[in-house]
């Protein structure tokens, strides 16, 4: 069982940076795969980024690419996502999610635990 606590969020301006951060529980963190998702309201939940489970490998949707940074740390058992550039289309919660195949996709039914999710809104 792994429990994913996500934090960072916040209320920020367009342009501005904010850097979220996911805290796991558990002792097999770095041999899951870590996924963002955001849901904004009204619509469907998205997949954002991805990492592998050593970090060697990482993914992310395009309306994010060269903006958002996904890395974790296997000594913290935590995750980030750093976010640059933020856009007001960029508001929505975003959640944490761990796939035990390691490999990270942006599949969400992949995922196998799930965070509570942490609010982010940009403002024009």
């Known amino acids: 069982q792994v429990q994913l606590v996500e934090s960072g969020g916040g209320l920020v301006q367009a342009g501005g940076s904010l850097r979220l951060s996911c805290a796991a529980s558990?002792?097999?963190?770095?041999?899951?795969?870590m996924g963002w998702f955001r849901q904004a309201p009204g619509k469907e939940r998205e997949f954002v980024a991805a990492i592998s489970w050593g970090g060697s490998r990482t993914y992310y949707t395009d309306s994010v690419k060269g903006r958002f940074t996904i890395s974790r740390d296997n000594a913290m058992s935590t995750v980030y996502l750093l976010m640059n550039g933020l856009k007001p289309e960029d508001t929505a919660v975003y959640y944490c999610a761990a796939d035990r195949l390691g490999y990270g996709t942006g599949l969400s039914a992949a995922y196998d635990y799930w965070g509570q999710g942490t609010q982010v809104t940009v403002s024009s």
């Open positions: 558990g002792r097999t963190f770095s041999t899951y795969a």
